[in-house]
């Protein structure tokens, strides 16, 4: 390091010089000037510690995703990204050379080099150009349906209960039709009588859940849930070249649906937690989750919500998976959230208001003591492409408060040409496996049977019969891990030693079996 480098940046740079791979984000910034030799890096094996990307509108934001998603797909690690104002997309392309790209590369000391990233581009349910993405309303589960619809506490209840009968009387919950009619059915004289041992749904209870179902279909929402549901394992992908893939998730048709889309991206996160094996700390993650306009999914959560939230965030570091919130100030993260995030990019805060000054305060009080920053003033002075970094050592220490110039990324800075997204779609291998929606018997045409009869029979008890076994989904195969296998067979193995369970193990993928797999958000286990 040159000796022109003053003393204060050689000691925040000493904090980054880390042995094993890492990602370069950029060079420390000090009264206006980046020096080059002082890199800003955070190792690779520790991005599973999850991380903050934070600050105001028009500060960088987007292209610091995509910095880090590029470096991370060259280590053969897989990303996933929303695309919230449609420009992700760029990603997948080759940079376009400049002056003002080559005098950023200049002043952080970067070897810029144009590349696009393999990537693979979906849509919600279809609403866009991407390859469909949907998934069951049973497998969504109740607590994740409820935050969609905006229901308190009681409805909740009343909403896991209709869960909990569909599962035992093998009704199978696929789309928002089969969900429909087993709340009306429960609200009928007869299914309240089915109910009167374990509960009751009131009338007012069932009509609000019904108009906040139609008003959700009404919106074009009912196209996200369906067959065939969606394997998060094709998250986890690699190119045929070793790199990660990019799996870009196109979101602005449904802008105007923001709960949806944010209770969307926390099931593919609980599903991931669901189904991949403990693996502890990895020298790589798995998969790094990049979290947009996290405060979304936080605004209006029940209490019930905001612990599974915590819970999965907490437990699915060690299935070798990093979670990047992303979002304008860290006070949009609840704190119980926020102190496991230990990687954090904090680009420019404005502070216009009392309110501003109150978050630009808060925020401060969230890094660590800085000898060499003033952070009050930082924040509000840096640039675009700026930030404040701090993440966690190779040994899981916090890193020195560091005032960074980014780098610029080396892919296209905005969305790719129409024409390419289209061509990429149609030529992906997803394609035929998830674009045509599927509609099989489940819960409205069993009720629908049922109430044509002239005499419709009590649905047996699945204690007295098992629930038939439905249609297997067509699903991708996935790699069973041996350690997996190893601890399935255990679990079965207890399961058969158990009388009252052994109809469980005759018709595993039932409704039955996933009521009893049903996780912290109570969806559903994905049978293979």
């Not at 919600?124 to 969609?148: D, E, H, M, N, Q």
């Not at 009387?169 to 309240?192: H, M, Q, R």
């Not at 067959?227 to 048709?253: I, K, M, N, Q, Y």
Request: include cysteine; hydrophobic fraction near 40%.
């Amino acid at each position: 390091m040159s000796a022109a480098v003053p003393s204060a940046v050689r000691e925040i740079a000493d904090g980054y010089a880390f042995t094993g791979p890492a990602l370069e984000l950029g060079a420390v910034l000090l009264d206006g000037t980046a020096y080059a030799g002082a890199p800003v890096r955070v190792p690779l094996g520790v991005l599973n510690r999850h991380g903050l990307v934070a600050g105001a509108t028009g500060t960088g934001k987007t292209k610091t995703l995509q910095l880090i998603a590029e470096q991370l797909s060259e280590q053969g690690v897989p990303v996933f990204l929303a695309d919230i104002k449609g420009d992700v997309s760029g990603v997948s392309a080759p940079g376009e050379p400049g002056e003002r790209t080559a005098a950023r590369a200049a002043e952080v000391g970067q070897d810029w080099r144009a590349r696009g990233c393999p990537a693979e581009f979906y849509a919600l349910g279809g609403l866009g150009t991407g390859i469909p993405l949907r998934a069951t309303v049973t497998s969504f589960g109740p607590l994740l349906l409820a935050k969609v619809l905006d229901l308190n506490e009681t409805q909740e209840a009343s909403l896991g209960l209709v869960f909990h009968y569909a599962d035992r009387n093998g009704l199978e919950l696929y789309d928002l039709k089969d969900l429909t009619a087993v709340i009306g059915f429960l609200a009928s004289p007869e299914g309240k009588e089915e109910l009167k041992g374990i509960g009751g749904i009131s009338a007012a209870t069932a009509g609000v859940i019904l108009r906040s179902l139609t008003l959700l279909e009404n919106e074009g929402a009912g196209a996200f849930f369906g067959e065939p549901e969606f394997d998060t394992a094709e998250l986890l992908r690699r190119a045929e070249d070793g790199r990660g893939l990019v799996s870009v998730l196109e979101l602005p048709a449904v802008q105007d649906r923001p709960r949806l889309f944010s209770t969307f991206l926390m099931w593919l996160l609980a599903d991931l937690y669901q189904e991949l094996p403990e693996v502890g700390d990895l020298d790589r993650p798995k998969l790094v989750f990049f979290f947009d306009e996290a405060h979304l999914l936080f605004k209006g959560a029940s209490k019930a919500f905001l612990e599974a939230i915590t819970q999965t965030v907490r437990l699915i570091r060690s299935k070798g998976v990093g979670v990047f919130f992303v979002t304008q100030t860290p006070k949009d993260v609840p704190a119980d959230v926020l102190a496991q995030l230990g990687n954090r990019v904090q680009h420019a805060l404005r502070a216009f208001t009392p309110d501003d000054a109150k978050a630009l305060k808060a925020t401060v009080s969230t890094f660590p003591r800085s000898p060499a920053y003033d952070l009050a003033e930082v924040l509000t002075s840096l640039g675009t492409g700026e930030a404040v970094v701090t993440v966690l050592s190779e040994k899981g220490a916090p890193t020195p408060v560091a005032a960074t110039r980014l780098r610029a990324p080396q892919s296209l800075m905005g969305p790719v040409d129409p024409a390419a997204l289209r061509a990429a779609v149609d030529g992906s291998a997803l394609a035929a496996r998830y674009r045509d929606a599927i509609d099989r018997e489940s819960a409205y045409e069993k009720l629908a049977a049922r109430a044509a009869r002239p005499q419709a029979e009590p649905v047996p008890s699945p204690d007295a019969r098992p629930a038939p076994s439905p249609q297997a989904r067509p699903e991708p195969e996935r790699r069973r891990e041996p350690a997996r296998e190893k601890e399935d067979a255990g679990l079965l193995g207890a399961l058969l030693g158990n009388p009252a369970l052994k109809s469980f193990a005759r018709s595993a993928g039932t409704q039955l079996g996933r009521e009893i797999t049903r996780s912290l958000f109570g969806t559903s286990r994905r049978r293979r």
